[in-house]
C-alpha cells in the first residue's frame, strides 16, 4: 500500500512538474506569438497607411485632372454659347431688318392699292363718258350715213368675214411652212442622232509605206549586183522602191495599199531571213501574197460578224475583206463603208424601214471600187457584182443607185446615199492639203465679197457654209435672197468642192441710245 502511495505521489510530483513546465513554455510560445503579432499588426498599419497614402494622392490627382478637363469642357461650352449668342444676335438684326423692310414696302403697297383706286374709279367716270360719246356718235352716224345700225353691222360683218378669210388663208401658209420647217428639223434631228451614234475609227492611206531597217549597209543588198534585186521586186510588186539618203529606211512608192502591204511584208522577210536574190524575191512575194489573200477573207468575214450581216456570197466577203486596202480620196473604203452601214441601219430605224437592209446596203455599196480591171461607174459594177450572187434587190438598188446611176426603187436607197455624202462630205473625212483647203476658203470669201453692198464674209465648217454680212442701207430683205441665190450660183460655176456649200447672207439693223 505504501509503494502505491509513493508511485502516486511520484506520478503526481512528476504531473506537475511536467505540467509547471509545459506552461512556462507555452507562456514564452505566446508570449513569442504575441510580439510577432503586434509586429505584423504594426507593419500592416505602417503600409496600410502607405497605401491609403498613395491612394490620396492617386485620387488627389485623378480629382484635378477631372477637375481640369471640366474646366476645359465648361470653357468650350461657354464658347460655343457665346458664338451661338452672336449667331443668334446678327440674325435677330437680320430679321429686325428685314421687319423694317417688310413694314416700308407694306406702306409702300398701301399707298400703290390707294393710287390704284383712285385711278380706277376715274376710269369707270371716264369709261361712263366715252360710252355716253360712242352713243352720241352712233346717232350721227347714223344722220349722216343714212344707215341704220343693223345694216351698218352687216355691212361691217361682210367686211371681217372677207379679212378673216384672207388672214385664214395667209394662216395655212404659214402652217405649210411650220411644217415644213419642223419635218426638215426632224429629218436633221435623225440625221445628227444617226451621226453621234456611229463611232468609227478612221485612218487616212497614203500613198507611200515607210520601211525601217536595222542599218544602211542593207540598201546595197537590197539594190543587187547592177540592180537586179530591186528590178525583180518592183516587177513582181507592182510598187517603186525609193532608196535614198533617209537614215535607215526605205520608202515603198504605189497607189495600191494592197501592193504596198505586200511589198512591205516581203521585203521584211527577204531582210530578216538574209538570202536577198531574184528567185528568192520571187518565192517570198508569192507567198506574202498568198497569205494576204487568206487575211482579206478573215478581214471581210470579221467585218460581217461585227456588222451582225449573214448568209454573204463567198466571194462578197472576198471583196468585203479588200476594201481594208483600198482608199478613196484617201479614205479608207472599208472603214467608210462600216460608218455608212451604221448611218444607214440607224436613220432605218428611226424611219421605221428595216435596219439590217439598210446595214447591209450601205456595207456594199462601195463594193465595185474593189473590183479590178473593170471598166464603168463603181455603183453600177457593185450593182452587176450583187446581182450575181444572189442579193437581195433593195439592196441590189439602193447600191446601183446611190450616185443616181439608175433610178431608186426604195427608201433605203436614198438613207444610203444620205449615209454616204455624211460620212464623205464630213470635215476631215478624205485627205486635203492644209494649202487647198486654205486656198478654197479664200476663194469662197471673194466670191462673195465681189458682190456689191456685202461688208464682211466668212467661210466656216470646213468650207461646208459661207455667211455674208450686207450692209442694210444698201441691201433691202428682197435684194438679201436674190443675193443669196447669186451667190451660190457664183460659188458652182467656179470651184470644184465635194458635197455643197450653204451660203447664208445675213442682214441686221441695230439702233443704239443711251438713257443718262
Not at 28 to 41: H, L, V, Y
Not at 42 to 47: G, L, P, T, W, Y
Not at 162 to 168: F, H, I, Y
Request: proline share 2%; hydrophobic share 40%; net charge negative.
Amino acid at each position: 500500500m505504501a509503494v502505491y502511495i509513493v508511485v502516486a505521489l511520484a506520478v503526481l510530483i512528476s504531473f506537475f512538474i511536467g505540467w509547471f513546465f509545459h506552461s512556462k513554455v507555452e507562456e514564452k510560445k505566446i508570449g513569442s506569438a504575441e510580439a510577432r503579432a503586434q509586429k505584423i499588426i504594426e507593419d500592416a498599419e505602417r503600409e496600410a497607411n502607405n497605401i491609403k497614402k498613395e491612394k490620396l494622392l492617386e485620387v488627389r490627382d485623378e480629382w484635378f485632372r477631372r477637375k481640369q478637363e471640366f474646366e476645359i469642357e465648361v470653357n468650350q461650352i461657354k464658347q460655343k454659347l457665346q458664338s451661338y449668342e452672336k449667331q443668334l444676335l446678327a440674325k435677330e438684326e437680320k430679321l429686325n431688318e428685314r421687319a423694317d423692310e417688310l413694314n416700308k414696302r407694306e406702306r409702300e403697297l398701301n399707298k400703290v392699292q390707294q393710287q390704284i383706286e383712285e385711278q380706277r374709279k376715274l376710269i369707270e367716270v371716264r369709261q361712263k363718258e366715252i360710252d355716253k360719246l360712242i352713243e352720241e356718235q352712233k346717232v350721227q352716224l347714223e344722220k349722216i350715213s343714212g344707215l341704220t345700225r343693223d345694216e351698218a353691222k352687216k355691212i361691217l360683218i361682210d367686211s371681217m368675214v372677207a379679212e378673216a378669210k384672207a388672214e385664214a388663208a395667209k394662216m395655212i401658209r404659214e402652217v405649210r411652212e411650220q411644217a415644213k420647217e419642223e419635218a426638215k428639223k426632224e429629218a436633221q434631228k435623225i440625221i445628227v442622232q444617226a451621226i453621234q451614234r456611229t463611232a468609227a475609227d478612221h485612218s487616212v492611206e497614203t500613198t507611200v509605206t515607210v520601211l525601217h531597217i536595222p542599218n544602211d549597209e542593207l540598201k546595197g543588198r537590197i539594190i543587187g549586183r547592177e540592180g537586179r534585186n530591186i528590178r525583180a521586186f518592183e516587177q513582181l510588186t507592182g510598187c517603186d522602191i525609193i532608196v535614198d539618203d533617209t537614215p535607215e529606211a526605205v520608202i515603198i512608192s504605189g497607189f495600191d495599199p494592197f501592193r504596198r502591204e505586200v511589198a512591205k511584208i516581203a521585203l521584211e522577210r527577204l531582210l530578216a531571213d538574209g538570202r536577198i536574190h531574184p528567185a528568192r524575191i520571187e518565192e517570198v512575194v508569192e507567198k506574202v501574197k498568198q497569205e494576204l489573200e487568206e487575211e482579206i477573207y478573215k478581214v471581210g468575214e470579221n467585218t460581217l460578224l461585227e456588222l451582225g450581216i449573214h448568209n454573204v456570197h463567198r466571194e462578197i466577203v472576198r471583196l468585203v475583206g479588200k476594201m481594208k486596202y483600198r482608199s478613196s480620196y484617201g479614205q479608207n473604203v472599208l472603214q467608210h463603208s462600216i460608218e455608212v452601214a451604221y448611218l444607214a441601219a440607224i436613220m432605218a430605224s428611226e424611219l421605221g424601214l428595216d435596219p439590217h437592209l439598210a446595214k447591209r446596203a450601205g456595207l456594199f455599196h462601195d463594193i465595185g471600187k474593189v473590183v479590178d480591171r473593170q471598166e464603168g461607174p463603181h455603183a453600177l459594177i457593185g450593182y452587176e457584182i450583187l446581182s450575181r450572187y444572189g442579193e437581195h434587190p433593195i439592196v441590189v438598188n439602193a447600191v446601183g443607185s446611190h450616185h443616181e446611176d439608175i433610178p431608186m426603187e426604195t427608201p433605203i436607197a436614198a438613207i444610203v446615199q444620205a449615209a454616204d455624202a455624211i460620212s464623205g462630205a464630213r470635215p476631215g473625212a478624205r485627205r486635203e492639203s492644209v494649202e487647198g483647203y486654205v486656198r478654197r476658203l479664200q476663194k469662197l470669201e471673194e466670191i462673195a465679197k465681189s458682190f456689191e453692198g456685202v461688208a464682211k464674209t466668212y467661210a466656216i465648217q470646213a468650207g461646208r457654209e459661207v455667211r455674208v454680212i450686207v450692209e442694210p442701207d444698201k441691201v433691202d430683205d428682197n435684194l438679201a435672197e436674190q443675193l443669196s441665190r447669186d451667190i451660190a450660183a457664183k460659188i458652182q460655176e467656179e470651184m470644184e468642192y465635194p458635197g455643197q456649200i450653204k451660203v447664208t447672207v445675213i442682214r441686221e439693223v441695230r439702233s443704239v441710245a443711251y438713257a443718262k
